[in-house]
């Protein structure tokens, strides 16, 4: 049986981020060998006394430099060329990804419909390596999510002299917690996909109003201590009900009251709101949850957490990281590269967010 369109596009992905890597650890390879050759002529050069000053020392260090120049100027040819052909194959798969894998400023979500099917993989974001930056490498994901998303809306590393504003970290991290949602809810069938907010103090009502006035949230976003052990047990119950009946062999047969869709809990400014209990009730969502259609993504800042000491940590490992701003938090599995990541968000200004949601509503 062939690969559909989707499963090619996605395989290819995969392939230019793979060659990228490896052909950037051969650059950076090839800098470090003529680097480490350089400075053994040199230490040789000068451990003659007789060669350490005059001309002759000046033509040896001179020699040498050249030969570095000579290795790194062949070795940066290589990459160029390598480079210009993982650009134009962007230039081509770019523009035929489907929404769920495309920018947001693709033709493919101008042309949106309200999809029949499933998507097979997500788009998260991008990634690129300095030497490249022009570069982005779509970040994929295969569906259904095998593992929870946290957002870090900790304050983004200072710039210079500028002092990181917390406030704006956790707003960018909300608007991005959105822009994933849409994209979950958009790209899966009507009744398919359904997202929860659980917002204890309601700060993030603001970075949630596309979801809000769209109407396309399950319900309205949960706010007080109250409130978010009772969305919990919820889940708990669901996560549970669904494990009994897949293990009996009963995956249809459900009491009426759970909703047996895809979900995504979006959780803001964690661990507010959280008593002892609510935070066991979450790792068990996070651990079982995707396995049966629950899936998390955890907006919050880890220091916010820190009174909890190392039980958290299991859960922090379970998440897959992204951050509100570009940061070189991610590694390849190949070579284990540092790639910048920056999220996928709508450009500045574009409505687009809200006319997809706006489909979605109507379906």
Known sequence: MGWSMEERLYNQVWGMFEDLARTTAAYRGAVEFA?????????????DPSRRLGTAADAVRAAAHARRTLLTDQARAAFDRDLAQLTAEAEVVEPALPPACARWDSPAWHAYRV??????????????????????IPLLVRMPLERGLWIDSG???????????????????????????????AVHPPGAFAVQVVDPT???????????EAGVLAAP?????AGVSRTLERLTRRVDLVQMAVRGGVADSFPADVDTAQQLLIVNDFPYGFDDRSV????????EGPAVGVHLLLVADREDAADHGPLLDPLWRSLLRLTPLPDDHLADPWVGHAWTYEPSLPPQGSRILQKVLTEVAKA
């Open 221 to 225: 976003p949960v706010t007080g201590a």
């Open 35 to 47: 680097d480490s050759r350089l400075e053994k002529e040199v230490d040789q050069a000068l451990a």
């Open 202 to 212: 309601g700060a993030g009502a603001r970075a949630l109003l596309p979801l809000t």
């Open 155 to 185: 304050p983004a590393p200072a710039a210079g002299e500028r002092v990181p504003d917390p406030a704006g970290a956790r707003r960018s991290a909300m608007t991005a917690a959105v822009a994933v949602a849409a994209r979950l809810l």
């Open 115 to 136: 999809p029949a099917e499933p998507p097979m993989a997500l788009r998260l974001g991008d990634l690129h390596l300095p030497e490249s930056a022009p570069l982005r």
């Open 280 to 287: 066991a009730r979450l790792r068990f969502v996070a651990d």
